[in-house]
């Protein structure tokens, strides 16, 4: 083990994130993860993805809101992309990603207000010819997000919403979600939630990740199946043959960054893929995120900044 990563192992998990935001990032560091900070630089992510047939879940970046005209400014921010989107013709490459959180769902009257504000940003998609998926908060969230995305599927039935498999609830959650043009995006969930209502062990929540696979592929609606662990891309794989699943009727998601060779081999066997592709203000934040999940990409970081100085 090199020492930079014996000293990162020594450092608490929570207090890793702090560390990793303070950290001068280089643009390769960026680039690798982000698309960039202008809905331009989105763009132009976008086509260079669907030129090597990989589709994409764009998400605007922002600071969590403290007030309704900042959860507005991020409405606006999705619109402006989407309007990019529709005119450059890209509706058919690129959906976006909305955390019900970032539009005021945390905020005084919040569901209602992430409705209202949810409902503006699938018309600016509809108008693009394209379609927006919820992203899940932490456990607390759960319910208030399944209610948004409930309202809007009245007047914009493709939106998706995303579903953590490291919560007990969410099995049954899937059962409920398996009707056709039901889109719902499985990952294992971010962060820790207590074990009242999660599973702690990595193994436990491999296998909650398999039976949702399963209750979705199952089903009639539309998985999408939002992981970078070689194992379950596995079993993904055979669980679509053996429910009669053709690629296209489900896809793989993978983050910018995150196994790009894995992304190209899928793609190139047939496979529908789509990558979760951020840009926007808020990068340096994210990217420290994915360096603090990540140790080994995390100690190749520290390692350059040390023979740099
Ligand atoms: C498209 C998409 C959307 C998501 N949306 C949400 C959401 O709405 N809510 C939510 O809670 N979570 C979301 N997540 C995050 C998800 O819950 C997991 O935290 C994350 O995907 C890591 O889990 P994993 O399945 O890749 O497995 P892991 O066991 O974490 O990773 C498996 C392997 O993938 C590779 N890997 C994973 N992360 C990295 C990294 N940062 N850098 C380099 N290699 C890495 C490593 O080889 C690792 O061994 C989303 C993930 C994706 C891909």
Known sequence: MSPVRGALEAISRSALPRLVAV???????????????????????????????????????????????????????????????GDAGL??????????????????EGEKLAIENARKICRAAHSAGTSVTLAMGDHTTVDATLAVAQALRHDFPGTGITLQAHLHRTESDCRTLTYAGSRVRICKGAGDAPAEVAF?????????????????????????????????????????????????TYEYQLRHGVRPAEQRRLAASGERVRVYLPYGEERHRYVAQRLAEHPQSLSQVLASLVRRG
């Open 91 to 108: 509706g058919h490459r690129a959906e976006v990603s909305v955390s019900p959180t970032a539009i005021g769902l945390l905020l005084p």
């Open 23 to 85: 950290l001068p990032l280089s643009a390769t560091v960026m680039d690798r993860y982000v698309a960039g900070e202008t809905v331009r630089d989105a763009l132009l992510a976008v086509e260079e993805l669907a030129a090597e047939g990989i589709e994409t879940t764009v998400d605007h970046l922002g600071a969590d809101p403290a007030d309704e005209t900042q959860a507005i400014a991020a409405v606006q921010a999705y619109r402006i992309l989407l309007d990019k989107i």
């Open 200 to 248: 702690t062990d990595p193994g436990d929540v491999d296998r909650s990740y398999v039976r949702c696979m399963k209750v979705l592929l199952d089903g009639d609606g539309y998985p999408m199946l939002a992981t970078h662990d070689p194992r379950l891309v596995e079993i993904a794989g055979a669980l679509a043959s053996r429910y009669g699943r053709a690629p296209g």
